[in-house]
C-alpha cells in the first residue's frame, strides 16, 4: 500500500523513481479504507532530505499511510525556506485538536544546548505532552529521543569526550521483542552525535527497557513497556552519503573532525561507502508500524486516549 502525501512533494518524485509507492490526495480518496495517520515532527535542518529518508522507510511496508509533516511555529529555519513550509508543514496549533496513529520526532542540530536553552523547548514540550493522549506510538530519533527521554523521565543527556561518528555494530538484548523480531544478533546502524545517554540512568526507569546496544556507540533502541513510545539513539534512516556530507561539511569549515569509523571502504574518502545497515532500517519501521501502529490502534482514531 502507498504513502500519501502531496504530489508536489519534492520527495515524491525521488520516491517514484525508487520505485516506492506513493500517491497523491486525489487517488487517496477514491480508496474506501482508514489509511494510518502518520506525523512527521521535522526538525532537521535539510528538511526536504529527511523527508525522503523516512518517507522511503514508512513506504516499504502493505499499510497505507497519510503524512502529516510539522514544523516548529516558534523556530525561524535558515535552510528551508518560509514558501516551503507553508505550501508542504503544518504547525502544532492546526494540529492539537487531531488524532494521530503514530508521530516521528526527528534529532535536530541542538545536542550542545541545553534543553530548556532550545528556541523552541517550550513548544517541544507542549507537543510532547498532547503526544501521550493524542498519538497511539511516537517513534523519538537521536536527539528526539534524548529530549523525549529528559521530558518524560528526567533523564539527561551527557557530553561525549569524542564524537561518536561512523556505523557501528549492536545486538540485540531482547530478541523476543517485536519491536527488533528478524533482527540479526548483531546489526549495523549510523550515529552522529556529541552526547548520550547513559545506559544506568535508563535502568533506573522500571517503565523503560533496552532492547539493543552497541560497546561504542551505546544504548542504541529503547521502549516504554507499553510501545507506546520507541527512543532511538541512532540514524537508521540515514542514506549512504549522509555522513559523508557532514564530514565534508565540517572539513570543509576547518573543524576539527575525525573521518566516520567503519563508514569508508580502508577509511579512505574517496572511495564511495556501501550501505550495511538498510535491511535492519527498513524492519525497524515495519515493525514498528505494524506491531505498535497498525495492530494497537483503535480502528476509530478519536477513541486514542
Not at 27 to 38: T, V
Not at 84 to 91: E, G, I, P, S, V
Request: with cysteine.
Amino acid at each position: 500500500m502507498p504513502v500519501k502525501i502531496p504530489a508536489a512533494l519534492p520527495a515524491a518524485k525521488i520516491l517514484t523513481e525508487e520505485n516506492i509507492f506513493v500517491i497523491d490526495d486525489t487517488r487517496a480518496q477514491m480508496q474506501d479504507i482508514r489509511p494510518l495517520k502518520i506525523a512527521i515532527l521535522n526538525l532537521m535542518p535539510t528538511k526536504d532530505v529527511t523527508e525522503t529518508q523516512l518517507l522511503r522507510l514508512l513506504g516499504n511496508t502493505p499499510l497505507q499511510i497519510e503524512i502529516v509533516l510539522l514544523s516548529m511555529a516558534s523556530h525561524v529555519s535558515k535552510n528551508t525556506t518560509k514558501e516551503y513550509l507553508d505550501a508542504f508543514y503544518r504547525t502544532f496549533e492546526s494540529v492539537k485538536n487531531d488524532k494521530f496513529d503514530g508521530l516521528i520526532i526527528t534529532g535536530a542540530p541542538v545536542e550542545n544546548i541545553p534543553f530548556e536553552d532550545v528556541d523552541y523547548w517550550e513548544e517541544m514540550t507542549q507537543i510532547m505532552n498532547w503526544s501521550q493522549t493524542h498519538v497511539y506510538s511516537t517513534l523519538h530519533i537521536c536527539w528526539g529521543s534524548q529530549a523525549g527521554l529528559y521530558h518524560r523521565y528526567g533523564i539527561d543527556k551527557h557530553q561525549l569526550d569524542d564524537k561518536v561518528f561512523g556505523i557501528f555494530e549492536h545486538r540485540v538484548l531482547t530478541p523476543q521483542h517485536k519491536l527488533v523480531r528478524g533482527f540479526d544478533d548483531i546489526f549495523r546502524a549510523p550515529h552522529s552525535r556529541h552526547t548520550t545517554i547513559r545506559k544506568e540512568d535508563i535502568e533506573k526507569i522500571p517503565d523503560l527497557e533496552i532492547l539493543a546496544e552497541s560497546d561504542e556507540a551505546g544504548v542504541f533502541i529503547i521502549s516504554s513497556r507499553d510501545g507506546r513510545s520507541i527512543y532511538i539513539s541512532g540514524h537508521a534512516e540515514y542514506d549512504a552519503d549522509t555522513l559523508a556530507r557532514e564530514y565534508n561539511r565540517d572539513a570543509q569549515k576547518g573543524k576539527n573532525i575525525e573521518i566516520p569509523q567503519n563508514y569508508y571502504p580502508n577509511n579512505d574518502p574517496k572511495h564511495y561507502p556501501p550501505v550495511t545497515w538498510r535491511a535492519h532500517a527498513n524492519l525497524l519501521f515495519v515493525n514498528w508500524l505494524n506491531y505498535f501502529v497498525y495492530q494497537e490502534t483503535p480502528f476509530d482514531i478519536e477513541d486514542i486516549n
